[in-house]
């Protein structure tokens, strides 16, 4: 690769994590500070690539970070819980591909008291990373423990049985989740757009009927991003 090309990534990226590294330290010292979105968030997915010439990784890794700094934090009710989700509700638009970001999001979320803002996120990040099985058993999870919906709940732990390297008890939670909704799996099999509330032309239906294996890291840096916002 271009020498020149390499050396505008790694001006650009150093940029980012001086912005990040900067904005922790200001937070730090003002643990009340208001949530602040990450800079360059509301460019398009195909924008960002363009922008760091075909290396959106790097910017998916700030993103992941910048999201990190509030998640991780030993009080996340010190934010304000509108703004911290319309932040990570615009992360998850990104379609930055880094998994734990849009789980961990999920978690904080719930804790806070917004299990209901957990499956959009979740859902944005099946479509980004279709052969994920942690999602897909995060989504099953909130719909279990938190919405109480044992028929979306066994759709995804469904789902996720069917993903590669999935732990081999889930089909059996799934069924017995399905049962607990009154139907069975070859039921809802039939009738997951009904149950979910979604087009059959939607791309999360698409991938919820489709059997994918899991990516390999290498392969994930690799794929070229999909259904990007032109």
Request: glycine content about 4%.
């Amino acid at each position: 690769m271009n020498l020149v090309v390499r050396l505008l990534v790694l001006v650009a990226a150093a940029g980012l994590f001086w912005v990040t590294a900067v904005h922790s330290h200001e937070a730090y010292q003002r643990p009340d500070s208001e949530v602040r979105e990450p800079p360059l968030i509301d460019l398009s997915s195909r924008a960002i690539s363009m922008l760091f010439l075909g290396f959106k990784h790097v910017y998916d890794d700030f993103l992941s970070i910048w999201a990190v700094h509030y998640l991780a934090s030993p009080d996340p009710s010190i934010y304000d819980v509108d703004a911290l989700e319309k932040m990570l509700n615009k992360i998850a638009l990104s379609r930055q591909r880094r998994e734990t970001t849009y789980i961990f999001s999920c978690f904080v979320l719930s804790q806070l008291g917004r299990p209901q803002a957990c499956p959009p996120i979740l859902e944005l990040g099946m479509e980004v990373l279709p052969g994920s099985w942690r999602i897909p058993l995060t989504l099953g999870f909130v719909y279990t423990e938190d919405l109480n919906d044992p028929r979306k709940a066994a759709i995804y732990y469904n789902v996720c049985s069917e993903r590669e390297h999935s732990p081999s008890y889930i089909k059996s939670v799934a069924r017995k989740l399905a049962q607990r909704g009154g139907t069975t799996l070859e039921a809802l099999d039939h009738s997951v757009a009904e149950v979910l509330g979604i087009s059959e032309d939607s791309e999360l239906y698409k991938i919820l009927k489709r059997k994918y294996k899991e990516a390999t890291p290498d392969e994930k840096e690799a794929t070229p991003d999909e259904g990007e916002d032109y």
